[in-house]
C-alpha cells in the first residue's frame, strides 16, 4: 500500500504545532511515548464484545488479560472496586451512566453549562437535555462559587433521580459529602463527573469524589495524561434504588447495569488498543514521578492564578484549587473571541469560555480558560507561569499591533523548543 503522505505530513505539522507552542487548553495534555505506542499497536485489529472472560467473539485470550489489567490499575489508582475501561470517551462514559440509572424523561439537576459545567449535564443541545428533563445549579454571581444550599434548594424542588456534579471550567474543590447528603434527601443517585482533576484527584490532591459518589465518571486525557477515552468506576456496588429493571423483569445490581450500560447501551465493540493505553497512563499515574507531576501542576495553576491577579484580571472564585482557572475578561474590555484569536496568532493555545451570567454568545464570550496539565508535563516550573502570564497580557494588550504579536511569536517559539517534547 501506498504510504499516505498527505496525512503523515499533516501529523508532522501537528507534531510541530505541539512543540513550538504553548499549550494552556485545560482539557489537553500530553500523553507519554508508551501510552502513543500502545494506542498505535496491533489491538486495533481485535473485536472483543463483552467484557473479560465473557466475549462474544473468539481470539480474545490477551486482550482479556489487558483489560483486566487495566481495570485492576483503575481500581488501584482511585481506591475503586469496580471499573469500566470500555467508554471511548467521557461523553459515552457518562451517556453509559445515564443509560443505566434512569428512564427517558426523568429529571436530572447539574451544573449549567454557562457556569462550568459539560453539555452531557443536560444542555439542550445533547442526549442528556433532549431525553431527561433537565434542571441546573450554578455559582454565585458575586464569589464564583457554588452555594450548596441553593443546590440542596434546587434539588427539594425538582426532585432529580440522579444528581451531576463536576465541571469542565470550575476552579474549586467540590463538597461532595454536602452533596451526598442533599443526593440522599431526595433519593437521587450522586453522580461526580471528575474528568478534568481525576489526576490530582487519583494522588490525593483534591477531596475523594469515591468516598461519597455513588459513581465517578472521567475522561483519561486530560490532568490523568492518558489516551483520549473514559473511565466509570464504583467504590461501592448497590442497588438501583429505582428498581428499574431489565428487559427480563430482574432487578440488578449497579454494576451489571453499567456494564451493559456501556456494552450493548450506548457501544459495540471496545477500543482495546486505547485501553491498553489507558492501563500504560494508570500505571504511570501509580508512579512516584506522576505525584511530583500533578503536585507541579497544582503549583503552576496558583502561580498562574495570582499573577493574573497581579495584571489586573478577574479569576472566576478568585483563584484556583486544581488545574485550572476561568478568566473574565470584561474589565480588560476584550472578548474571549479575541483573545483566542490573538494568542492563537503567537502561538499560546487557550479556549474561549462563557463567563457565569455571560451576555455574549457561546462564540464570542467574555472569557477565557487556561490550565497547567500540558505545561507541566513539558517541564515547566512556577517561575515560566509568570513569564506566560506577561507573554499573555502583552499580546493582549497589543492584540492591534501586528509586528509586537509578531516578535512575542518568536520569544514564545524560541523559548519552547528548549522543552522537548518527544
Ligand atoms: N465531562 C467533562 C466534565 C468534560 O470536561 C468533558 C470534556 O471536555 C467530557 C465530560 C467529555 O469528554 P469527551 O470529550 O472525551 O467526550
Redesign the pocket.
Known amino acids: 500500500m501506498k504510504r499516505d503522505q498527505v496525512i503523515f505530513d499533516l501529523i508532522a505539522n501537528e507534531e510541530n504545532r505541539q512543540k513550538v507552542g504553548i499549550e494552556l487548553i485545560a482539557?489537553e495534555n500530553f500523553a507519554s511515548k508508551q501510552v502513543m505506542e500502545a494506542a498505535g499497536s496491533v489491538l486495533t485489529n481485535k473485536y472483543a464484545e463483552g467484557l473479560p472472560g465473557k466475549r462474544y467473539y473468539g481470539g480474545c485470550e490477551i486482550v482479556d488479560q489487558v483489560e483486566q489489567l487495566a481495570i485492576d490499575r483503575a481500581k488501584e489508582l482511585f481506591g475503586a472496586t469496580w471499573a469500566n475501561v470500555q467508554p471511548?470517551?467521557?461523553?459515552?462514559?457518562?451517556a453509559a451512566v445515564f443509560l443505566a440509572c434512569l428512564n427517558a424523561g426523568d429529571s436530572i439537576l447539574g451544573f449549567d453549562l454557562s457556569h462550568g459545567?459539560?453539555?452531557?449535564?443536560g444542555s439542550p443541545v445533547n442526549f442528556s437535555g433532549k431525553l431527561y428533563q433537565p434542571h441546573f445549579y450554578g455559582v454565585e454571581e458575586e464569589t464564583g462559587v457554588i452555594d450548596y444550599d441553593k443546590v440542596e434548594a434546587k434539588a427539594l424542588e425538582v426532585k432529580p433521580k440522579l444528581l451531576i456534579c463536576?465541571?469542565?471550567?470550575y476552579s474549586r474543590d467540590w463538597n461532595y459529602e454536602r452533596l451526598r447528603d442533599i443526593a440522599d434527601q431526595v433519593g437521587a443517585i450522586l453522580l461526580a463527573?471528575?474528568?478534568?482533576p481525576s489526576g490530582l484527584i487519583a494522588r490525593g490532591l483534591l477531596n475523594d469524589p469515591l468516598e461519597y459518589c455513588h459513581i465517578v465518571?472521567?475522561?483519561t486525557?486530560?490532568t490523568l495524561r492518558g489516551p483520549?477515552?473514559?473511565l466509570i468506576l464504583m467504590r461501592e456496588d448497590f442497588d438501583n434504588p429505582f428498581g428499574l429493571k431489565t428487559p427480563k423483569g430482574e432487578l440488578r445490581k449497579m454494576s451489571s447495569l453499567l456494564d451493559s450500560g456501556v456494552f450493548p447501551g450506548t457501544q459495540g465493540g471496545p477500543l482495546e488498543h486505547i485501553i491498553a493505553a489507558k492501563a500504560v497512563a494508570f500505571q504511570e499515574a501509580l508512579s512516584d514521578e506522576y505525584m511530583a507531576y500533578v503536585l507541579q501542576v497544582k503549583k503552576n495553576a496558583a502561580v498562574m492564578a495570582s499573577s493574573f491577579i497581579e495584571k489586573g484580571y478577574k479569576i472566576i472564585s478568585g483563584g484556583t484549587d486544581n488545574h485550572m482557572m476561568l478568566i473574565d475578561l470584561r474589565n480588560k474590555d476584550i472578548t474571549g473571541k479575541l483573545a483566542e484569536e490573538t494568542l492563537g496568532k503567537v502561538d499560546i493555545t487557550i479556549n474561549k469560555n462563557m463567563v457565569p451570567f455571560d451576555t455574549r454568545s457561546p462564540f464570542v464570550t467574555s472569557g477565557m480558560r487556561v490550565g497547567t496539565a500540558a505545561v507541566t508535563t513539558r517541564g515547566l516550573k512556577e517561575e515560566d507561569m509568570k513569564k506566560i502570564v506577561s507573554l499573555i497580557d502583552r499580546a493582549l494588550v497589543n492584540h492591534d499591533n501586528e509586528s509586537e504579536l509578531g516578535q512575542i511569536k518568536k520569544e514564545v517559539n524560541n523559548w519552547m523548543v528548549q522543552f522537548p517534547l518527544y
Open positions: 482539557s471511548h470517551s467521557g461523553a459515552q462514559a457518562n459545567g459539560h453539555l452531557t449535564h463536576g465541571a469542565s471550567a463527573d471528575i474528568s478534568h465518571t472521567t475522561t486525557h486530560k483520549r477515552g473514559g
